[in-house]
Structures are given as structure tokens and as C-alpha cells.
């Protein structure tokens, strides 16, 4: 059974730049996309980046250009990359695996929760001055 740990939230100033981790057990994860998401208070669950078996990325429109998910197969581990963070970040953010999946998928394929098998219990990023 897969298992996903996320590490690296914390609070940091607007213009800041943190860098998630998801560190996944089982060996699945070079057979598997990976998402991650984020909950802000009093929202639902959004999809924030994703990563397919190629490589290729997908980003929700909010943080293309300031976020890059990259990941590591021989390590099983998946990043997220986040600069000029701002308020509107501030959230749990949870990383995601697919069940094996084709090798390239799609945008809509990412971006829907239920593509994904196993979640992380969630980091909190906070974004404030």
C-alpha cells in the first residue's frame, strides 16, 4: 500500500519561496502521476500542480509561472517548488498518486481528485507579513 509524507510547509512573507516535499513508499511511484493539491479555510480541495510518468507538468492557472513539480524516481520523491508566494497561497497542500498509469496523461486526467489512489496528510504553507 502506498503511503505519502509531505514535509516542508511553514510560514513565510509574501515574495517567499518554500519548496514542498512528498516522500512515497512501495514501488509504484515511477509507474504513477503525481498531483498535489491545496485546502485553503472555508474551501474546497484545488488541484495545484501535476506530474506525469514523462515529466510533463500541469499547472492550475493561479500559479503557473511561480510553482514547478518536478519529481525524483530513484528516490520516490516529488517537489514542489513555490516562489512569490502571496496570501492567497496559504493553504494545506497534499501530494497525490495515481494507480499505474499510462505514460503521458492529461491535463483534465491531473486535475481530477479522483485520478488519485493515495493522498499525504497535508502540509501547512502559510503565507503572511
Known amino acids: 500500500q502506498v503511503q505519502l509524507v509531505e514535509s516542508g510547509g511553514g510560514l513565510v512573507q509574501p515574495g517567499s519561496s518554500l519548496r514542498l516535499s512528498c516522500a512515497a513508499s512501495?514501488?509504484?511511484?515511477?509507474?504513477?502521476?503525481i498531483g498535489w493539491f491545496r485546502q485553503a479555510p472555508g474551501k474546497e480541495r484545488e488541484f495545484v500542480a501535476g506530474?506525469?510518468?514523462?515529466?510533463?507538468?500541469y499547472y492550475a492557472e493561479s500559479v503557473k509561472g511561480r510553482f514547478t513539480a518536478s519529481r525524483d524516481n530513484a528516490k520516490n520523491t516529488a517537489s514542489l517548488q513555490m516562489n512569490s508566494l502571496k496570501p492567497d497561497d496559504t493553504a494545506v497542500y497534499y501530494c497525490?498518486?495515481?494507480?499505474?498509469?499510462?505514460?503521458?496523461?492529461?491535463?483534465?486526467?491531473?486535475?481530477?481528485?479522483?485520478?488519485?489512489?493515495?493522498w499525504g496528510q497535508g502540509t501547512q504553507v502559510t503565507v503572511s507579513s
Open positions: 506530474i506525469d510518468r514523462s515529466g510533463a507538468t
Open positions: 512501495g514501488r509504484t511511484f515511477r509507474e504513477a502521476a
Open positions: 497525490a498518486q495515481t494507480p499505474r498509469t499510462a505514460f503521458f496523461a492529461t491535463m483534465s486526467y491531473l486535475a481530477h481528485q479522483k485520478s488519485y489512489a493515495a
